[in-house]
């Protein structure tokens, strides 16, 4: 079992930055891959960026432009999204998700059905 509890969302004026933070507990962190994905209104979910259980490898959906950074702390059981440059169109709910299929590939990590486990979610609401 794993448990996921984001944290770090709220409202944001364009152009400004949020630091979200998915707090991990249960099985041992540092053996598996973390994802986010997030939600906006009436749309699907979508992945936003994974990070490999060692943190060398790690992806980026390509309609980033290179604005989000993640990135995790073992120590800290923590995963971090950084998030600058931000557009009224990134409001969405944020989710992390844990991949313990210990298969980590660039194709894979941008599917939500190769993680197993999922946080409640983080809004993040940017203004025009």
């Known amino acids: 079992q794993v448990q996921l509890v984001e944290s770090g969302g709220g409202l944001v004026q364009a152009g400004g930055s949020l630091r979200l933070s998915c707090a991990a507990s249960g099985r041992t962190f540092s053996n598996y891959a973390v994802g986010w994905f997030r939600q906006a209104p009436g749309k699907e979910r979508v992945f936003v960026a994974a990070i490999s259980w060692s943190g060398e490898n790690i992806h980026y959906s390509n309609s980033l432009n290179g604005r989000f950074t993640i990135s995790r702390d073992n120590a800290k059981n923590t995963v971090y999204l950084q998030m600058n440059s931000l557009k009224p169109e990134d409001t969405a709910v944020y989710y992390c998700?844990?991949?313990?299929?210990?298969?980590?590939?660039?194709?894979?990590?941008?599917?939500?059905?190769?993680?197993?486990?999922w946080g409640q979610g983080t809004q993040v609401t940017v203004s025009s």
């Open positions: 998700a844990a991949d313990l299929s210990n298969s980590y590939t660039p194709y894979d990590v941008q599917n939500s059905a190769q993680y197993s486990y």
